[in-house]
């Protein structure tokens, strides 16, 4: 093993609502964790919280790994930094002008607000042909003046985006250095860079993006490593990217694109790991926290990553990410009846403050938290206990704001909340399955997040999903993939040829241009490492399609035949028919080189010495719980003290610090050594 670092580690993982840690010492296993309020204004002060409720001295941390949501929020909530555009003459329009897409599928409605204005997108003659052979030779006095004019437009940040730059950066380069000669910071983004692919509308957006939050991202990590500085940590704080991998605070920034989707990363990264060490290598991964619930594919303990994400309207970001759906569903997801007399839940959100009602702080609009609270799933004491508010209280929202308005018992108002809400996640794990061409009940459901265990077991029996895998820790999932995530460089190439016409061992010469760069990148880190890894694949395409499919390979030398066999097969697997006659096109070679980091004993999660010898001794109450349709007394255990490899039937409901896990009347749960239960789904079994 590498020994560059080999000491206490700390996964933190900001949310929406809540920032997580897992503080782990290999030496002697012990393992801290905290869950604490997020501070949306100032990320950092979640972070230095977290280590403070854990007792983490950060002088004693010999790493930080950290998921962040700072540049997603900025992408979504569109509170980006003032950015201009310098791209080639004719072509300030690309941004606008995207693809032939709409914002609603039906009707004219809606609309597009580019990243970057039309007054902030300038253009300076130049030409590259698609051939990489200079048409137009760069102005290098017209890149200053548009410099110069975007300064004084009030622009903190410059994306220079040249037409075929993919196929000959010179000029793109050149315009970036000239640009540096009178631009005040660093914030200066050259398309190619972040993206070399042939496409100028994703490859402008992206790179635009990349500029718009860069500012917004070095300065949170300026005030994060400052504080954590003042704590007394000396040492790199790695960031969490899109792609499941993490990199150094001090160059991230660079990329900032490639964090957009961090956080959801994180999670999908610990449910591989975990899928991995327990045996279940096929997971639909179900992230319901408090704001949103993030559901992603995992097939042979990889997580299906893809560079064609549009994580809203018109806005594609073509870099490597995690392929993760979300819907507006989580915890503090808000019930209303609309206008025209029906319930409605999400998408806005109750968030971190002042929360759902019984968070006690404020809140006054019924959430999905509130309904479960109300259906006894979750426990009112222990909320009342926390200084919250009672049950009547709730009870008294919902009868105002939902029953009352739908002719409904406080009962019944609270259960078609949760209806409501599982049919729309639901909905969202069919999306991310059946669109990859995978069946539901080919996969186990792995629920985490603070609220995912609550509602895996009913979602998983209207999907027909056999089983659930809930993780020792759910609600600090995130935290722990930070902990287990490896260092990951992805590398895109643009060949963009008919497959026919690829030279012999041009592919692989290829591959290793970007193996070399990806070990340079990864041996520059201070991070420990148990091994490295490489993995190959290509974009590919029949001749005259626009949409692309990935074909991974077995290895970065591949004859045309191989590739040709491999990338029918995926098509086939993924629309079920075969057109053999049809020429195939080599559009991207892909390579990405893995730093495997050391294991995790997931055991630990879950402090052994505290098990009971029997269920009987973990029974810490009987509790009335709306369930199957009807109000039972039902069975609760604190899973901190279930002996290890347990087994009990359904109806049950499980607690702990994290999480709550529901237990349908018909399911069996049973513990494995790893701190892991398994749910076995029975039959019908209504919320």
Known sequence: MDRRQSGQVAGIDVGGTFTDLLALDPATGAVRLAKVPSTPDNQAGGVMAALGAAGADPAALDLIVHGTTTTTNAVLERKMART??????????????????????????????????RDLRLEVPERMDAAGQVVTPLDEAAVLAAGRTLLAAGCVSVVVHFLHAYANPAHERRAGEVLATIWPNAHITLGHAILSESREFERGVTAAVNASVQPILARYLERLTQDLAAGGYGRDVLVMTSNGGMVSARSVATEAAKTVMSGPASGVMAAAYTGRVAGVENLITYDMGGTSTDVALVRGAEPAVSNEIE???????????????????GGGSIARVNAAGLLEVGPESAGADPGPVCYGRGGTEPTISDANLLLGRLDPARWVARGSVTRDVVAAVFDERLASPLGLDVT????????????????????????????????????????????????????GVPRVLVPARPGLTNAIGCVVADLRHDFVRTLNRPLDSLAEGELAAVFNVQRVEGERLIDAERVALAGRRLLYSVDMQFAGQTHLLRVDLPGSEVDRATLQALFEEVYFRRFRVRLDDIRVNLVNANCSVIGMRPPLDLSTLIDPSGRCATLAEAETARRRVYIGGGWREVSVYWRDHLPREFELRGPAVIEQMDTTTLIGAQDRATGDAHGNILIGIGGPDAA
């Open 84 to 117: 201009g555009l310098i791209t080639t003459m004719g072509f300030r329009d690309v941004l606008e002008l995207g693809r032939r897409t709409r914002p609603q599928p039906y009707g004219m409605t809606g609309q597009f607000v580019p990243v970057i204005p």
């Open 412 to 463: 019944q108002a609270a259960e078609a909340v949760i209806r409501l809400a599982n049919t729309r996640m639901a909905g969202a794990i069919r999306m991310v399955s059946l669109s990859l061409g995978a069946d539901p009940r080919d996969f186990a459901l792995f629920a985490f997040g603070g609220a995912g265990p609550l509602h895996a077991a009913d979602l998983a029996r209207e999907l």
């Open 311 to 329: 994580i809203d309207h018109a806005l594609p970001i073509h870099v490597p990410m995690v392929d993760v759906r979300t819907v507006g569903a």
